[in-house]
């Protein structure tokens, strides 16, 4: 069983930036794949971020692309999400997976 507890969610203006951290209950080294993922009120759930191996290969969704990064430490048992230049579309709760867990999510939302 593993537990993932994000955190770093708040309340920001529009260009602001925040760090997300999605820490893990053990160990993540041996793990090769973790994703972030948001949910906007009223709005299915959407994966945002991906990251495979040890930062070797990222994904994103075309909207957070050159703004957010992805990022993992395998010694710390966290990942995380650097998110640049917010703008009041990404206001959503954001989640931690790694595939089959999930975190409990962390609010992040951005005022015009």
């Known amino acids: 069983q593993l537990q993932l507890a994000e955190s770093g969610g708040d309340l920001v203006q529009a260009g602001g930036s925040l760090r997300l951290s999605c820490a893990a209950s053990?160990?993540?080294?041996?793990?090769?794949?973790m994703a972030w993922y948001r949910q906007a009120p009223g709005k299915e759930r959407e994966l945002v971020a991906e990251?495979?191996?040890?930062?070797?290969?990222?994904r994103y969704i075309d909207s957070v692309k050159g703004r957010f990064t992805i990022s993992r430490d395998s010694a710390e048992r966290t990942t995380y999400l650097q998110m640049n230049n917010l703008q009041p579309e990404d206001t959503a709760v954001y989640y931690c997976?790694?595939?089959?867990?999930w975190g409990q999510g962390t609010q992040v939302t951005v005022s015009s």
């Open positions: 053990k160990v993540i080294v041996d793990i090769n794949y």
């Open positions: 997976n790694i595939p089959p867990y």
């Open positions: 990251i495979w191996g040890s930062s070797s290969s990222t």
